[in-house]
């Protein structure tokens, strides 16, 4: 079974740019949950998704912002870039959100570099 | 306000003791916890966790103890292995199930002498 995949791998913006990563996740998966990783701040829930529909978000500014088609897969977005928007974002993937167990399967990451 | 700290940044083992590593948490909310292994450039996978009904789970060489009094956690890795030198992120959450999402630490940064 194929695990949660992200694109791109890496990517270098400028500030004032906005930007598109992707999630496809594990099949059969339907919750799909952001998160970004930076050294200072360790991993922050972004936002999640269930059914099209944004369950929770995080402590993030408008400028973030996500959602997930039918086929599960998700996308995230950020607008207006700024320097400090440079981090890892993980997209995560779970059967199905509201469980006490569920357990979050992590993607690779996209590396976001904001010059 | 972080909810989930992990005081040590770094921890050095010799290869073949044992490596604990320590989780404090705040939130008397949170009722299910969850360690994640992380290598560079790679997704955190996960280890093992614990329900707050319980005060330990073991999985192989991992346990995890959980003092809910003293709102703290300890991941036990008996012996230690080069291949366990990784960062380590402790994550809870609260009994509203996944609607609020993971909160993590910062993590600790385990690193296996030979």
């Known amino acids: 079974k194929a695990g949660v995949t992200q694109t791109p791998r890496y990517l270098i913006k400028t500030r004032g740019q906005q930007v598109t990563l992707s999630c496809s996740p594990i099949s059969g998966h339907r919750s799909v949950s952001w998160y970004q990783q930076t050294p200072g701040q360790g991993l922050q829930f972004l936002f999640e998704y269930f059914s099209e529909t944004q369950r929770n978000k995080g402590n993030f500014p408008g400028r973030f912002s996500g959602r997930q088609f039918s086929n599960s897969r998700s996308e995230m977005n950020v607008s207006t870039l700024e320097l400090g928007d440079s981090a890892l974002y993980l997209c995560?993937?779970?059967?199905?959100?509201?469980?006490?167990?569920?357990?979050?399967?992590f993607g690779s990451g996209t590396q976001l570099s904001v010059l | 306000d972080q909810q989930v700290k992990q005081n040590s940044p770094s921890l050095s083992v010799q290869e073949g003791r044992i490596s604990i590593l320590n989780c404090d948490y705040t939130n008397s909310m949170f009722d299910y916890f969850l360690w994640y292994k992380k290598y560079p450039a790679e997704g955190p996978t996960f280890l093992i966790s614990?329900?707050?009904?319980?005060d330990k789970n073991e999985d192989g060489r991992f346990t995890v103890f959980l003092n809910k009094s003293a709102k703290h956690l300890s991941l036990h890795i008996v012996p230690s292995q080069p291949g366990d030198s990784a960062v380590y992120f402790c994550?809870?959450?609260?009994?509203?199930?996944?609607?609020?999402?993971?909160?993590f630490g910062k993590g600790t940064h385990l690193i296996i002498q030979p």
């Open positions: 614990i329900s707050s009904i319980k």
């Open positions: 994550a809870a959450r609260g009994s509203g199930g996944g609607a609020d999402g993971l909160t």
């Open positions: 995560a993937s779970s059967l199905a959100p509201g469980q006490m167990n569920e357990k979050l399967f």
